[in-house]
T-cell receptor, first 113, second 115 residues
Framework: GENVEQHPSTLSVQEGDSAVIKCTYS??????FPWYKQELGKRPQLIID?????GEKKDQRIAVTLNKTAKHFSLHITETQPEDSAVYFC????????????FGAGTRLFVKA | NAGVMQNPRHLVRRRGQEARLRCSPM?????VYWYRQLPEEGLKFMVY????????ESGMPKERFSAEFPKEGPSILRIQQVVRGDSAAYFC?????????????FGPGTRLTVL
């Protein structure tokens, strides 16, 4: 079945450094890739998303890249701040032949001040 | 514009009881998705509904679990005869348009504890 693998499971960086989280998906028909941030005990919140017709998207300190050939997509956070500490989930979904959104297992990011 | 609402936020049930979880989508949204999240794990898709229709329930266990989204009122996820393994956070999300490639907005979740 469809699967999304996410690495690393835990990531610790120093404040001001960059953080990169990588995901791989199995369903080649996937064409929408959102990223969610979830703070402890709170709801997942969309931080950025990308569709299959573009290779990169940026929003201030956050960027996402997509390689459809390799079925990889990555989240890049630059100039990390302590408030970036949270669990980040990648996801993949398709617009035809099914309506599931498949989530990765999550990456727990710690930003040390 | 209120966001996605879920109630109750916390629910405690004993084994064998029923759990009813409610989700009110954002205003103007007619698509609802339910997910289950176990501690330290990701979100697992359960079911996708539109008003009065179940579109995809492939992630929902066939026994004890059911979901509905009536013409009036919230979407309801119902778990009958709960077992300890049902303990989890249950999130619903809503979107304005058809399909999972629309941005989904999540509710605050219902944390179910089965004693």
């Amino acid at each position: 079945g469809e699967n999304v693998e996410q690495h690393p499971s835990t990531l610790s960086v120093q404040e001001g450094d960059s953080a990169v989280i990588k995901c791989t998906y199995s369903d080649s028909a996937s064409n929408y890739f959102p990223w969610y941030k979830q703070e402890l005990g709170k709801r997942p919140q969309l931080i950025i998303d990308i569709r299959s017709n573009v290779g990169e998207k940026k929003d201030q300190r956050i960027a996402v890249t997509l390689n459809k050939t390799a079925k990889h997509f990555s989240l890049h956070i630059t100039e990390t701040q302590p408030e970036d500490s949270a669990v980040y989930f990648c996801a993949a979904s398709r617009s035809t032949g099914g309506f599931k959104t498949i989530f990765g297992a999550g990456t727990r990011l710690f930003v040390k001040a | 514009n209120a966001g996605v609402m879920q109630n109750p936020r916390h629910l405690v049930r004993r084994r064998g009881q029923e759990a009813r979880l409610r989700c009110s989508p954002m205003k103007g949204h007619s698509h609802v998705y339910w997910y289950r999240q176990l501690p330290e794990e990701g979100l697992k898709f359960m079911v996708y509904l539109q008003k009065e229709n179940i579109i995809d329930e492939s992630g929902m266990p066939k026994e004890r679990f059911s979901a509905e989204f009536p013409k009036e009122g919230p979407s309801i996820l119902r778990i009958q005869q709960v077992v300890r393994g049902d303990s989890a956070a249950y999130f619903c999300a809503s979107s304005p348009n058809r399909g999972s490639t629309d941005t989904q907005y999540f509710g605050p979740g219902t944390r179910l504890t089965v004693l």
